[in-house]
């Protein structure tokens, strides 16, 4: 736990921990705010698709995994299924057909397309330990990973005729795992990647391991054992849920006009409407004295399109995978999340400054976009201050011995 004690310059950012920490308690705490309220909240997605890649998801039987949807008539109209799709007829034509179901491509992601699932309040979905675990958890991280091998799988990948993400010989994949980002040989985007991955990989650890269930006693505590064999004894994977939110913050900071400009009116009152521009005003404030990361030094040299289309593709698989998440709970997060970093990497890599123009691009992003990269936001600064929490922790248990 002593590597958790992190300093200096955060590589491929132009940030240092020190910063983040320094902004960390400001975000988090009117990230807080915002995702309670009604505009963030409410989050539509369906949930039971089927898994493309593999016939058997493993579902789990924890009452842990379940979750509840909240009735339809709960969410302001004008966010509603029927709603949505009355102002944008085209988006049924826009739905791209993939093997057992229908996305919307947009850029890094599947998106779903906001005329099926159900509604879910994230207020009441705390993401934390749910018993999901096993060779069933396991298989859905390795084909995560497995989609970092660039240049071996991108024809049949690119063609999205793929039936499952290509087999790598297992030695392969230790590498990918334990130390694939830090080969010299690897080009920076690879290492992006491969940094965006272990960082949420790392960030879920650490919810599960902050709001861990005791068996025994029933009762929900910070498990600092479980935080040291997951994350702090691997000091790059507590490095990469920084990085993650470094990433995050530039995003937000860069759309700061179009967010700005957003309708987050909803049927509550005026002063709540004003309140949440409020607070989203105070985060993206935040957001641009934090967020130092330098998109513009990726996707430069030969081949640069090539490589863009490449990753793409493979974080578009990331976001198919999460369809075989055999636990509800965790599917819902995992598919938030990953919408959200997919948001945050189209914004950087994908947008320049004429389309993220408000005026010039008012459709540039769904409501359900936006939904996910605030909450995405809000669960890596919550991470942090996890992090916090068990270095105090840690500190109480030295001074004991
Ligand atoms: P796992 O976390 O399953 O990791 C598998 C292997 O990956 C490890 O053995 C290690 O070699 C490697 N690894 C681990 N962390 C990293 C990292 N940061 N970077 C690189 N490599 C790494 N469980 C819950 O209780 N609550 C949840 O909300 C939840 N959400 C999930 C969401 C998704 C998308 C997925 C796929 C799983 C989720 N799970 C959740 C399950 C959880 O992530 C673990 O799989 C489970 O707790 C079993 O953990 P484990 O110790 O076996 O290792």
Request: glycine letters at 4%; proline letters at 4%.
């Amino acid at each position: 736990c002593h590597n958790s004690i992190l300093t200096g310059p955060i590589e491929t950012t132009m940030c240092d921990y020190e910063t983040i920490e320094s902004v960390n308690d400001e975000l988090f705490a009117n990230l807080s705010d915002l995702v309670e309220k009604p505009f963030f909240r409410y989050f539509q997605v369906d949930l039971y698709r089927e898994c493309p890649f593999w016939p058997d998801d493993g579902s789990c039987n924890d009452p842990g995994c379940a979750i509840t949807t909240v009735d339809e008539s709960n969410v302001p109209e004008k966010w509603r299924a029927k709603a949505l799709s009355e102002l944008d007829p085209a988006s049924v034509d826009k739905r791209h057909s993939l093997p057992g179901c229908y996305y919307r491509d947009s850029d890094f992601c599947f998106l779903d397309d906001n005329t099926e699932g159900e509604y879910f309040d994230l207020r009441l979905v705390p993401e934390r330990y749910t018993g999901y675990s096993g060779k069933d958890a396991q298989r859905v991280w390795k084909s995560i990973y497995e989609e970092n091998c660039f240049g071996l799988s991108e024809l049949a990948l690119m063609t999205g005729k793929s039936p499952a993400p290509v087999s790598l010989p297992d030695t392969m994949i230790e590498v990918l795992h334990e130390d694939g980002e830090e080969s010299a040989a690897q080009c920076l985007e690879k290492r992006v990647y491969y940094k965006v991955i272990s960082g949420l990989h790392a960030s879920i650890s650490t919810h599960i391991c902050h709001e861990y269930l005791n068996q025994t006693t029933g009762e929900w505590h910070p498990n600092l054992n479980c935080f040291i064999t997951r994350v702090a004894s691997h000091p790059e994977r507590l490095q990469y849920i920084y990085f993650d939110t470094i990433l995050l913050l530039r995003a937000v900071s860069r759309l700061g006009p179009y967010l700005s400009a957003f309708d987050y009116c909803s049927t509550g009152t005026h002063e709540d409407d004003m309140e949440t521009l409020q607070t989203l005003t105070k985060v993206l404030n935040i957001a641009e004295d934090a967020g130092a990361f330098d998109e513009s030094i990726l996707f430069r040299g030969e081949n640069a399109n090539i490589l863009k289309e490449e990753f793409k593709t493979h974080f578009r698989n990331v976001t198919r995978i999460m369809d075989c998440v055999g636990c509800d709970k965790c599917r819902l997060w995992g598919k938030i999340q990953t919408t959200g970093l997919a948001t945050a990497m189209k914004i950087l890599f994908e947008l320049d400054e004429t389309a993220l123009d408000p005026r010039a691009n008012s459709d540039l992003l769904q409501r359900s976009e936006v939904v996910a990269l605030m909450n995405t936001l809000f669960r890596f600064s919550e991470s942090l201050k996890a992090v916090e929490t068990f270095r105090k922790l840690w500190r109480e248990m030295d001074d004991a011995e």
